[in-house]
C-alpha cells in the first residue's frame, strides 16, 4: 500500500513557474513508477509527466514538452514536477499516481494509487 500526498499548487501569473511534489509512504517507494496527470472542470484526466521506477525512463505528454520536468528522489520518497512558462491551459488540478513494478506509462488505468489532488491555476 502507498499513500501519496501533493503539495506545490498555488496561484501564479501566466509564464511564471510552480514546483510541485508528491510524497509517499512505504518502504518500497523505488519499486514504483510514477506519474502526473492532471484535471480541468468537465475534462478527463489527462496524462502530463511520468517516471520510472529507477529515474532512468521520462514521458512527456506533448503539451508540456520542454516546460515541465519530472524528477525522483528515492532517497526522500518523493517525485517533483517543476512546471516553467505556465499557460491558462495548465489550470486544473494535479495528481499524483504510482504504479508498482511500472514504468512511464501515460495511461491513468495502469496507475494503482493516487493523490488527492493539489490546484494549479495560471492567470492570464
Known amino acids: 500500500q502507498v499513500q501519496l500526498v501533493e503539495s506545490g499548487g498555488g496561484l501564479v501569473q501566466t509564464g511564471g513557474s510552480l514546483r510541485l511534489s508528491c510524497t509517499a509512504s512505504?518502504?518500497?517507494?523505488?519499486?514504483?513508477?510514477m506519474a502526473w496527470f492532471r484535471q480541468a472542470p468537465g475534462n478527463e484526466r489527462d496524462f502530463v509527466a511520468a517516471?520510472?521506477?529507477?529515474?532512468?525512463?521520462?514521458n512527456y505528454a506533448d503539451s508540456v514538452k520542454g516546460r515541465f520536468t519530472i524528477s525522483r528522489d528515492n532517497a526522500k520518497n518523493t517525485v517533483d514536477l517543476q512546471m516553467n512558462i505556465l499557460k491558462p491551459e495548465d489550470t486544473a488540478v494535479y495528481y499524483c499516481?504510482?504504479?508498482?513494478?511500472?514504468?512511464?506509462?501515460?495511461?491513468?488505468?495502469?496507475?494503482?494509487?493516487w493523490g488527492q489532488g493539489t490546484q494549479v491555476t495560471v492567470s492570464s
Open positions: 499516481a504510482a504504479a508498482a513494478y511500472g514504468s512511464a506509462w501515460s495511461s491513468p488505468r495502469q496507475y494503482n494509487y
Open positions: 517516471i520510472s521506477w529507477s529515474g532512468s525512463v521520462t
Open positions: 512505504g518502504r518500497t517507494f523505488g519499486s514504483y513508477a
